[in-house]
């Protein structure tokens, strides 16, 4: 009988243990995540952009993953367009105005699993003091022990759209285009 108890008690610990890491939260690796965003420049092409400043959290529960959420704070002055000139112009006022408004935000809504590694996730993202709902859609790609971190880590890539004069950022459109292209990639280790 004890011995029947103490294997009980063994399996009832492990169930324990998975319903735990169901809900658990995740802090983005800054070293292998990369926030990004494409814009045409007067129609000839799509640059590319990055944000280097900026602190994420998932709550991910891959058993109902509607109960998931995500937090992202970005710092404005930290956008990288790769050239000095430019950067120097994007933090003015005529872009992101980063000396009044640092720090842009996207605080999800509601999150849905569309199949068996997708899902999308409706959020509200705060930029220039106006926010405006954006939808991202996301693929899961890994859920495993880090081989060098040794935690429990999380990979997903998320794709959304944005119109730029939304928040007030009207500058120079449509020879810069309005339309914002958002290309994320996020690796993220439980949180201990």
Known sequence: MR???AVFGAVAA???????RAADTYTFDKAHTNIL????HHGYTKVLGKFHDYDGEI???PDNVEKSRV???IKTASINMFHDKLNEHLRTPDFFWAEKFPTMTFVSTKVEKTGEKTGRI????TLLGVTK???LEVTF?????HPVYKVWSVGFSARGKLTRSDFGMKYAVPRIGDEVELVIEVEANKKT
């Open 14 to 20: 492990l169930f324990a243990a998975d319903a735990a």
């Open 122 to 125: 409706a959020g509200d993202l």
């Open 59 to 61: 709550v991910f529960d």
């Open 3 to 5: 011995h029947a108890l």
């Open 71 to 73: 937090r992202v704070a």
């Open 133 to 135: 709902p954006v939808t």
């Open 37 to 40: 965003f494409f814009i045409t």
């Open 141 to 145: 790609n890994k859920a495993a022990d």
